[in-house]
C-alpha cells in the first residue's frame, strides 16, 4: 500500500464547477498535512497547508480528518488556469521527511 | 532573487557514466532536499540535508551522494548512472522541516535519461 494515494483522474470538469479530490495516508503519526500544485513539466508549489480544523483560501477549502486518516481539497468556481496536477504531501512522524502521493490532475474545460 | 536553481536542465547519459547535478538557492535556507519524480510514483526523496556540512539519506538513496558544502549549494552526485536512474530530478529548500506548516521552495528540475 502507498503511504499516500490519490485517485490518478483525469477529472475534466467545466468552468464554474465544483471539483473535489479526495487523499488517504497510511502513517497515523503524521504532523503536517499540505496540497501542492504541480502544472505540466514545472515544479510543485505549495497551494496551501492543510489544518486540523479545515481551512480556506479563497476558492480553495482543505479539510483533513484525523481518524479516517482522509485529506480532501475543494474547489469551487473553477476556472481554466486552474488545470494542473494536485500533489497530497504529508510529513513522517519524526518531520523531517515529506511523502507526496502521485497527484491528482485536473483539466477545466471551457 | 533567484530563489532555488538547478543546473542542468537537461541530460543525457550511457550507462556507467557519472554527473553531478547542482542546486543553489539564495533564501538563506537551512534544509535542501533532492527528490526524484517518476510516472505515476510522486516525487521520493533521495537525501535531504538539515544544515550546511550535514545530509542524511530519504527514502530512495541508492546509487546517489550529496554534498553540501556550503549553506546555499546542495549537489546530487551520480557515480555510475544506470537506466532505472531516468528521472525528472528536482531540488528544493526551505526554512523549517517537514513538521511545520512550511513551504517548501522547488527548483525548475533536471531531466535525466541514461541509456
Not at chain 2, 532555488?4 to 543553489?24: D, E, H, I, N, W
Not at chain 2, 511545520?100 to 527548483?107: A, L, P, S, V
Request: some cysteine.
Amino acid at each position: 500500500r502507498k503511504e499516500v494515494e490519490q485517485d490518478p483522474g483525469p477529472f475534466n470538469v467545466p468552468e464554474g464547477a465544483t471539483v473535489a479530490f479526495n487523499c488517504t495516508y497510511s502513517n497515523s503519526a503524521s504532523q503536517s498535512f499540505f496540497w501542492y500544485r504541480q502544472d505540466c513539466r514545472k515544479e510543485p508549489k505549495l497551494l496551501m497547508s492543510v489544518y486540523s480544523s479545515g481551512n480556506e483560501d479563497g476558492r480553495f477549502t482543505a479539510q483533513l480528518n484525523r481518524a479516517s486518516q482522509y485529506i480532501s481539497l475543494l474547489i469551487r468556481d473553477s476556472k481554466l488556469s486552474d488545470s494542473a496536477t494536485y500533489l497530497c504531501v504529508v510529513s513522517n512522524n519524526a518531520g523531517n521527511m515529506l511523502t507526496f502521493g502521485g497527484g491528482t490532475r485536473l483539466m477545466v474545460k471551457p | 532573487n533567484a530563489g532555488v536553481t538547478q543546473t542542468p536542465k537537461f541530460r543525457v547519459l550511457k550507462t556507467g557514466q557519472s554527473m553531478t547535478l547542482l542546486c543553489a538557492q539564495d533564501m538563506n535556507h537551512e534544509y535542501m532536499y533532492w527528490y526524484r519524480q517518476d510516472p505515476g510514483m510522486g516525487l521520493r526523496l533521495i537525501h535531504y540535508s538539515v544544515g550546511e556540512g550535514t545530509t542524511a539519506k530519504g527514502e530512495v538513496p541508492d546509487g546517489y551522494n550529496v554534498s553540501r558544502l556550503k549553506k546555499q549549494n546542495f549537489l546530487l552526485g551520480l557515480e555510475s548512472a544506470a537506466p532505472s536512474q531516468t528521472s525528472v530530478y528536482f531540488c528544493a529548500s526551505s526554512w523549517k522541516d517537514a513538521s511545520h506548516t512550511d513551504t517548501q521552495y522547488f527548483g525548475p528540475g533536471t531531466r535525466l535519461t541514461v541509456l
